[in-house]
């Protein structure tokens, strides 16, 4: 059964200053870059299992997942 995902307000804002950090150099990267972002959180509820757990936490619950490396 696929899980429920609701954006944090912080999350929002995080992306939304990632897009104007990178919209400074090219507006078209910029969507480009939160399109990757938004696809990638999209497919969480379906493929909640995917990524690396993350080695601060330590718990498999808690996934991070990269969409530029």
Same mark, same amino acid.
């Given at each position: 059964m696929?899980?429920?995902? +609701?954006? %944090?307000? #912080?999350?929002? #804002?995080d992306v939304e %200053?990632?897009? +104007?950090?990178i919209e400074r150099d090219s %507006?078209?990267?910029? +969507?480009?870059?939160?399109? +990757?972002i938004v696809q990638l959180v999209d497919s969480i509820? #379906?493929?909640a299992e995917m990524g690396r757990v993350v080695p601060e936490i330590r718990d498999p619950e808690f996934r991070e997942r990269f969409v530029h490396k």
């Amino acid at each position: 059964m696929a899980r429920q995902l +609701r954006w %944090s307000p #912080e999350a929002v #804002e995080d992306v939304e %200053s990632i897009a +104007r950090y990178i919209e400074r150099d090219s %507006s078209y990267y910029a +969507r480009a870059v939160v399109t +990757r972002i938004v696809q990638l959180v999209d497919s969480i509820p #379906e493929h909640a299992e995917m990524g690396r757990v993350v080695p601060e936490i330590r718990d498999p619950e808690f996934r991070e997942r990269f969409v530029h490396k």
